[in-house]
């Protein structure tokens, strides 16, 4: 396991032994969130690049695999469902529109 500097001087605050597992686990689960959102994120870089350039074949399949990611994120509760849902119908629908 990999501890940081402030890490150390948070579980060295923390005199309680509950207080800093969770100092720890909290840490590990914001590493994973923060890995999966950015996973969601580029691919909807990919899907808006793609818009860009007007390819709607490159679009369509940026956008399957965008939303795949944003399936798995929401199921591992990183992001609300209704977000998801906001953005694959925004993405879809700029999708739609290229000719």
């Known amino acids: ?8 001087e948070v579980l060295e605050l923390a005199n309680i032994k509950s207080a800093k597992k969770r100092i720890l686990v909290s840490e590990k689960r ?8 950015s996973k969601v994120k580029t691919a909807i870089k990919k899907v808006d690049a793609a818009i860009a350039a007007n390819d709607k074949a490159a679009a369509q399949e940026a956008l399957r695999a965008a939303v ?5 994120a929401t199921k591992k509760g990183i992001y609300h ?18 000719a």
């Open 1 to 8: 396991m990999k501890m940081n500097l402030n890490t150390m």
């Open 81 to 98: 469902k209704n977000t998801t849902a906001r953005k694959v119908s925004r993405m879809t629908i700029a999708v739609n529109k290229l």
């Open 68 to 72: 795949s990611e944003l399936d798995k």
């Open 30 to 37: 914001a590493a994973r969130n923060k890995s999966v959102r």
